[in-house]
């Protein structure tokens, strides 16, 4: 007997018992269907939460100095410069200061973010899009000259400028709470606003504004000293020594090794608490699901018992016509893999549909991988021979009168 | 030459401490060509001979030569291949997979013998047109008659051409009327050459065999021939 011929006559004793048949497979059908749904949900979270990570910056160390540091612990341009003249792995630093202020030009005054960094800050901000539209951004020797420039997001720039879109070259004044100063626009970024798509509505947004920080000592009595200040790492392995390093010489050059005064900060212990706990998820969604499959499988052998012992006069009939032992055995552990199997398609399938619904809820994109679908697929299949065997055999050694007997 | 060759065959069933002896010594020929009927009380041991013919049984004792085969020490395999080649059954319950057409019941025995599928559909045809079904090929069994379902089991007991039929009360479940129209499929059967083995209690069935075989207490009692026995299918036996 062909495998086709057994495949024709699993397929035909299923739908003779489509309801029994159905129950069967549910076990199977919930613990698939709930096993591509998690991985593919869990899979897109992590997407999104490494791509947020990847946004903060992974490659970002965020360096600060204690409110105890002293009017001389203060990090200066110079320790910033040594920092990156001594370290290779440091690709960009700047100070990080950021004003809640206004911005005006001809009409009403808005609501701005102004940030005061070095040069480096096109690279290290995380917040403004790097990418200018037009002019340039600020150079060493602005920020040398504390020169009165600013470099302004192009949403900003319409908001400001009643549309306009050539506006470098303008004028605009930036104003804190105590002072204002007037700055002329040397460069246009990309527009801020689309990063944050849909979390804030656009007319309320602040205009971006970057300035040399020893421009904003003009503008803000709160800038002095630095404070906080942005490093980034040529890639996510070189932080922690990026970290150690820029403490270190700190701390030698303020002559104060072992105070504590400077604190570097990455996102890094973070991400590998999130990779921790993603993986802790998938291995107790695999725990689930073997269980899941388990039960289902104990419901495919329950219901091949059943069968066997319903359809026995069958068997006694097929055997006296000729079938061999092989013969019955493999019709019915075709059975039980194909009623296996059709319940992990139809949880597969259920799985897709309840990874998108609730992706599209939580707005993020469910990944269903064919390694999943395989694996999935797979495992159904051997959970049917592995629970079908037993009633297989059962089947294959029945006595032919006894069976041919039986009522 | 004879087909069917049973010397000195032994049963017993065992239950508990007591020894049931159910065939003691038989010794049955049957040739090729013949229509022989098994007759005898219940319990005589009528269907314990049949399915030791058949190959679906072990005895204790004697040897069994099928078609110049000893198969008296076949394993389960090897009776498997021999009952699909050999051995036509005819079952007093008729035994059709009840959710298989008549056509894919009739072809059955051909899937085990690895017969193609074409070759499976137009022969399971014809069967089933030589018992007069011809035109019910896609009927399922609960769709027909107690008497046109044995006629569907005769022709799944010919299909693949075997050297012997045998029968274990085929009329058992069926009116008297009905019983006349299967005993006449065997005989046309027997007249184009088929060798057939029929178990039966009624008199009135056996008479239509060439030769009569009557089992007592698991012993061949009586073996003769019918003097001309009377022969059904030239008349019209409507259905
Ligand atoms: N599996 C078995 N175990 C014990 N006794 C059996 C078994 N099969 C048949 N018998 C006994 O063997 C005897 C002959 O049975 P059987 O061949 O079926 O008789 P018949 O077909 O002539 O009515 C009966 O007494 C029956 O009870
Ligand atoms: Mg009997």
Known sequence: MTLLESFKMALDAIRANKMRSFLTMLGNIIGIAAVIAILAIGNGATTRITGTFNDLGATTVSLSVSNNASNDEQITDQDLQAIKNTDDRVTAISPNYTLSGFAAASGDEKTALIFGGSPDLQRTSNVMDPSLVSGRYFTQADYDESAPVAVISADGAKSLFNNQTNIVGKMMTLRSRTTSISVRIIGVTKSTADKFQGAVRRNSFPVYVAIPYSTMKLVSINAGGITDVTIKARSRNDITAVSQNTVRLLETRHDVVGQQLYTARNYLSALDQVDNVLTLFVEFIAAVAAIALVVGGIGVMNIMLVSVTERTREIGTRKALGATTRDIMIQFLTEAVILSLIGGIIGLMLGIIVAESVAAALAITATITWQAIVLVLVFASAVGIFFGIYPARKAAKLNPIEALRYE | ?239
């Not at chain 2, 010397?7 to 401490?17: A, E, F, L």
């Not at chain 2, 001979?49 to 110049?68: E, K, Q, R, S």
């Not at chain 2, 090897?78 to 072809?107: C, D, W, Y």
């Not at chain 2, 299909?159 to 299967?182: C, F, K, Q």
Request: aromatic residues 6%; without cysteine; negative net charge.
């Open chain 2, 1 to 239: 030459m004879s087909l069917i060759s049973l010397t000195h065959i032994v049963k017993t069933y065992r239950t508990g401490d007591e020894t049931l002896h159910v065939l003691k010594d038989v010794n049955l020929t049957v040739n090729t060509g013949e229509f022989l009927a098994i007759m005898g009380p219940s319990g005589s041991g009528k269907s314990t001979m049949m399915n030791i013919m058949g190959l679906l049984d072990n005895f204790d004792a004697g040897v069994y030569t099928l078609n110049n085969q000893d198969v008296t020490h076949l394993n389960e395999n090897q009776r498997a291949h021999v009952r699909n080649k050999e051995i036509g059954f005819v079952f007093q319950s008729f035994n059709l997979m009840p959710r298989m057409t008549l056509l894919e019941n009739v072809a059955l025995p051909m899937v085990y013998a690895g017969i193609g599928r074409g070759e499976r559909k137009d022969r399971a045809a014809d069967a089933l047109t030589q018992v007069g079904l011809g035109d019910r090929v896609d009927h399922q069994p609960n769709e027909i008659s107690g008497g046109q379902m044995q006629r569907v089991a005769i022709a799944r007991a010919i299909v693949n051409r075997p050297a012997v039929i045998m029968a274990d009360e085929p009329t058992g479940n069926l009116d008297s009327h009905t019983s006349l129209e299967i005993v006449r499929i065997f005989q046309e059967l027997n007249a184009a050459g088929t060798t057939i083995v029929m178990v039966t209690h009624e008199p009135d069935i056996a008479q239509y065999a060439k030769r009569i075989v009557s089992f007592r207490d698991g012993i061949v009692q009586k073996d003769e021939p019918v003097a001309n026995p009377p022969q059904l299918f030239s008349q019209e036996v409507s259905s």
